[in-house]
C-alpha cells in the first residue's frame, strides 16, 4: 500500500503553507504548477509542471498513487479542476458546483446577488468588444474594466475616460480564460474583504479585514488589517449576506472569501467570491490574529475528518504586502533582521532573495514577501508599519540601466527616486 497523497494545485507562496500542512497531518505532497520554478517545485514529493486547468490530464498523472485529497487555496483559475479531480479521483469533499461556478465567473455572481434580492450595481458581461463599449458608454465614468474568471488584480483597470475603454478590454480580454470581459460601474468607500469558513451550512468563523490597495488604475490590494471597524449593525448585515450567498449555492462546508465596498451609508456591495481559502496571505493574518488555523481545518475538510475552527485569542493584526516598482534583479534587502526585531513583528515572509527576477507590482502575482505585525490599537499598528516601511529596503538593479548623465560642473543632484523608477 502506497502512502496516501494530497494534491495541490498551485505552487505559489498561498499555496505553499498547504504542502506543509499536509506533511504534518502525515501525507505525501503532489504539487501542480506550470511554471518551473514554483516554490512548490522543491517542496512537493511528486511535482508536476503543468497548467493546474487540465484535471483529466492531472488524474492519468497521478492514477499509480493514493490520492486522499484535492486542494487549491487563494486559486479561482485552480477550482473547476479541484472539482472535476475530486469527482473523478472520488475523494472525500465534494464542492458544491454553483459555488465554483460562482468563484470563477463574476457574472454569475452578479446573478446570483440580484436573484437573492441584495444590493447591486451595473455590469455589463461578453466577449464582444463592440458590445461592451456601447453598454459602457451608458454607464457613469470611472468603470471598472476586468476579466471575467481571473484573479489577483490581474487585467483589472479603473477607465475615468470612454477613449480608453477598448485599450482596457483588450488587456482585460487578454488575461480572461473565457474570453468574457466585465464592465462595471465603480464602487465608491471602503474596501473590505471577509475570510470565512462555514461547518455544517453554518458561519463557524468570519474575519472582517480593511484592505488598502495601490488606488486607481489597477486596485491592487498592498494590505489587510483586523478586525476592520465596523458598525454593528453593518456586521451583522455582513454576516447575513455572506449566509444567504452561501445558501443559494450549497456551499455548507469550507472557506469563502468576498471582496466588498461599504459606502457611506453601510451599504454593502459584494465585489467577488472565491469558496476557497483567500490570497494574499489571508490565512496567514487569521492565524496571526484568532490562532485559527484554516489550512489545517481546509485540508481535513477536503479528507473527509472533523476540523477545528475555534478562536484562540484577538489581536489587531495588519498583513502588509511587500513590493518593488522596478523590474529587474534584487540585489540587496536591507533591514530584515531590523524589521523582525520589532516588538510588534509576527512574522516575515520573504519569497524573493537576492538573484532573483523581480517585477513591479502591477499584479498581485508580483509580490516579494508579507509582513505580519500585531499590536494593542490601530495606533501602534500603523506606527510600525511605517517604522518596517522605512527600515526594508529591496536593492532593485533595474533591466535596463539609465542613461548616464551628461557629465557637467554644475550638474543637478541624480534623483535617486527617478533612476530606480525606471525601467
Ligand atoms: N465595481 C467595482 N467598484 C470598485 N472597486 C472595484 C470594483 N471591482 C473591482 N474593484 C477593485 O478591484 C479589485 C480587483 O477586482 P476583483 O473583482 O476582486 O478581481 P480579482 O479577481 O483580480 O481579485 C477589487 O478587490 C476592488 O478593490
Ligand atoms: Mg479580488
Redesign the pocket.
Known sequence: MTKPHILVLGGGEDQLPAYHEARRLGYGVVGVDQRPDALGASAADLFLCMTTRDPERIAAMVGHLDIAAVISPASDAAQESVAELSRLLRTPHQPAPDAVRASVDKGYFHEVLERLGLPTYAYIQSADPVELRLAAAALPLPVIVKPSDS???KGVQVVADQAALPEAVAEAQRYSFSGEVIVEEMLLGRHL?AEAFLRDAKLATIAVTERSTTGAPRMI?TGHMVPAELAPATEIALRSMVMDVCGALGHTDGPVNF?FVVDRTEEIRF??M?ARLG?NGMPLLVRHAYGIDTYEAALRLALGLPFELQARHDKKTALQILTTDTDGILRTVEGADEVRALPQTAELRLFAGPGSRVRRYTQAGHKLGYLLLVADSYGELREAQARARSLLRFGVEPDTPPAPAPAQADAAPIRTDLLTEKR
Open positions: 484573479s489577483g488584480s474583504s490590494t471582496d465585489i467577488e472565491g490570497g
